[in-house]
């Protein structure tokens, strides 16, 4: 009778262990996922941005050729 209630423990104490394990693999992935998430959305609001900055560029872009192209007094 005393080794199956140390066999017990020990399968217990195994179970245990595996599910402390297991879980810590959920965890670690949970923390890759969200690693993941958080750099494409970086990557994301980099792409915004830079599409922003073209278009800002497009539109003022070409004002300042007006006053070569005009001639004014001297020409």
Known sequence: MM??????EE????EE???EEEEEEEDE????????????EE?????EKEDEERRGRGRG???GGVGRRGGGIEG
């Open 3 to 8: 080794m199956l209630g140390r066999e017990e």
């Open 61 to 63: 872009g070409g004002g």
């Open 29 to 40: 992935e949970k923390e890759e996922d969200e690693e993941k998430e958080d750099e494409e």
């Open 43 to 47: 990557e994301e609001e980099e792409e």
């Open 11 to 14: 399968e217990e104490e195994e």
């Open 17 to 19: 262990e595996e599910e």
